[in-house]
């Protein structure tokens, strides 16, 4: 039987662009996210079999009648929330994004109704526009909007340091459970290894996502803790009522810790799994070598005992003789992960020092073309010991 979830969709305005999507379940803990582009890849992603969307909630203009100017939602966010940098974009029918909505086209595709003050059910999806920056704005006291997004003059290290306060801010809301979510980690790797603008633009719809999803399940959930702004005639925002704190100087979390962040790799694989002894073994293993090449960016292998937890995603057999036996996915990957957990000298060519690893948690699920792959952590449970070198014969 199908899952109830809650979406988020950080929706581009067109298919250029990327768009985050997430869910999360009835308790509110994030299920998974993905960064997509076309219409058809969100509506496949939407309606996988395991789950079935209750409420949506879409960061983009879902209902425009205005020929110009703004709608009456935008000027009553601006107006609540202005003092807190948090102003609204303008949405008109000037704007051929925006006639019609791309948002208005999904929903009505998906079957979702855009009245607000409908109870979204299984049967009946409802579907929200929502707007982050005044939600983050209401629900972490924020004095201002946290300055994550490109702008003229923002530098990379500028971003990557408000990137990182809003993660921090998004793990202190309970129901999301983002500590103990595989993907949560890769995308917080990515933000932290993060050297160039265009890194961070990679995650940064996929996190706003997660952060439209809770927004979802707090509509279905705790309904007094958002409002509607606006009407279903000329455009709605669903958002928090009027904060009443201070409007200041954007607050500062205290940052990971640096050793703590040391003690654990995370990244992400796109490419297709291969199994040991297989035709597409060597390339699987070099797209392993890569991601974690980045991931470490230069630094030696770690010193100690590990933990590793793979989340294979897999796409459909191409034949009956391709199997998705779970021990052998294992072997090549452990295998190409030699920059992060050492190499073991051994007779011929050296391997990845997988002696070390004492806890190996390993998941497989199948996913559509275009998204296999595998979510690795690697974790340092014991920095007391050093690495076994063996000599001779393995």
Not at 79 to 99: D, E, I
Request: aromatic share 6%; net charge negative; with cysteine.
């Amino acid at each position: 039987m199908a899952e109830q979830v809650f979406a988020g969709i950080d929706l581009a305005w067109n298919t250029n662009a990327a768009t985050g999507i997430a869910v999360v379940d009835d308790t509110g803990v994030l299920l998974d996210s993905a960064t997509l582009h076309t219409d058809d890849q969100i509506i496949a992603w939407m309606s996988r079999p395991d789950w079935q969307p209750v409420t949506s909630a879409v960061d983009a203009p879902l209902i425009v009648t205005n020929a110009t100017g703004q709608r009456r939602c935008e000027r009553m966010i601006s107006q609540t929330f202005g003092r807190y940098n948090a102003s609204c974009h303008t949405s008109n029918l000037g704007v051929a994004y925006f006639n019609p909505p791309r948002g208005a086209t999904l929903a009505e595709r998906l079957g979702w109704n855009l009245d607000p003050t409908h109870a979204g059910t299984a049967a009946k999806p409802g579907c929200i526009e929502v707007y982050p920056h005044p939600a983050m704005v209401a629900l972490f006291q924020l004095g201002s909007v946290l300055p994550y997004k490109a702008k003229s003059g923002r530098t990379v290290d500028f971003r990557r340091s408000a990137f990182v306060e809003l993660l921090d801010q998004m793990e202190t809301l309970p129901h999301l459970q983002l500590t103990d979510n595989l993907r949560w980690a890769c995308l917080r790797q990515a933000v932290i290894a993060a050297s160039r603008q265009v890194e961070l633009e990679r995650v940064e719809d996929e996190i706003d996502a997660i952060f439209c999803a809770h927004l979802a399940w707090l509509w279905h959930h705790d309904r007094d803790s958002l409002q509607i702004y606006g009407d279903t005639f000329s455009g709605y925002i669903v958002a928090p009522p009027p904060p009443t704190h201070a409007a200041a100087k954007p607050v500062t979390t205290p940052k990971a810790d640096d050793a703590d962040q040391a003690r654990r790799i995370a990244f992400d694989i796109t490419a297709r799994p291969a199994t040991y002894a297989t035709a597409g073994e060597a390339g699987w293993k070099a797209a392993v070598a890569e991601a974690v090449g980045s991931a470490m960016l230069g630094q030696l292998p770690m010193i100690g005992r590990f933990g590793v937890r793979i989340d294979f995603r897999l796409p459909p057999a191409r034949n009956g003789n391709e199997a998705w036996d779970i021990d052998n996915l294992i072997k090549p990957t452990l295998d190409a992960m030699a920059g992060v957990l050492g190499d073991r000298p051994v007779r011929g060519r050296p391997q990845a020092d997988d002696e070390r690893i004492d806890e190996i948690h390993a998941t497989k699920r199948t996913v559509m073309l275009g998204e296999e792959g595998a979510s690795i952590v690697v974790s340092l449970m014991r920095d007391d010991a050093k690495p076994s070198i063996k000599s001779g014969t393995t």
